[in-house]
C-alpha cells in the first residue's frame, strides 16, 4: 500500500501560479504510476495529469495543457503538479492518486487505486 499528502494548494489571482506536492510513504513510490485530478463544487472528478513509474507520458486534459507540468522525483517520494496561467476555471480541489498496474488508463479515475486527502485550489479572478 502506499499514503499520500497533497500540500502546496492556497488562493492566488488568475495568471498566477502554484506548484502543488504530493508526498507518498509505505511503499515502494517508483512502482507506482502517479495520477492528479480535480472536483470543482457540484461536478465530477476531473482527469488533470498522469505520469508513469518512470516519468514516461506524460499525459494531460486539453483544459491544462501548456499551462500545467507534471514531474516525480521517485528518490523523493513525490510527484508534482506545476501550475501556471492559473484561471477561476482552475479552481477546485486538487487529488493526487497512484496505481501499481503497469498498463493502466490515465485518464480514468477508476484506474487508480490509492487517493489522498485532496489540497484545495481557489483561483480568484
Known amino acids: 500500500q502506499v499514503q499520500l499528502v497533497e500540500s502546496g494548494g492556497g488562493l492566488v489571482q488568475a495568471g498566477g501560479s502554484l506548484r502543488l506536492s504530493c508526498a507518498a510513504s509505505?511503499?515502494?513510490?517508483?512502482?507506482?504510476?502517479m495520477g492528479w485530478f480535480r472536483q470543482a463544487p457540484g461536478k465530477e472528478v476531473e482527469f488533470v495529469a498522469a505520469?508513469?513509474?518512470?516519468?514516461?507520458?506524460?499525459w494531460y486534459a486539453d483544459s491544462v495543457k501548456g499551462r500545467f507540468t507534471i514531474s516525480r522525483d521517485n528518490a523523493k517520494k513525490t510527484v508534482y503538479l506545476q501550475m501556471i496561467s492559473l484561471k477561476p476555471e482552475d479552481t477546485a480541489v486538487y487529488y493526487c492518486?497512484?496505481?501499481?498496474?503497469?498498463?493502466?488508463?490515465?485518464?480514468?479515475?477508476?484506474?487508480?487505486?490509492?487517493w489522498g486527502q485532496g489540497t484545495q485550489v481557489t483561483v480568484s479572478s
Open positions: 505520469i508513469s513509474r518512470t516519468g514516461g507520458g506524460p
Open positions: 492518486a497512484a496505481v501499481s498496474k503497469s498498463s493502466w488508463y490515465p485518464q480514468s479515475p477508476l484506474a487508480y487505486d490509492y
Open positions: 509505505g511503499s515502494t513510490f517508483s512502482s507506482y504510476a
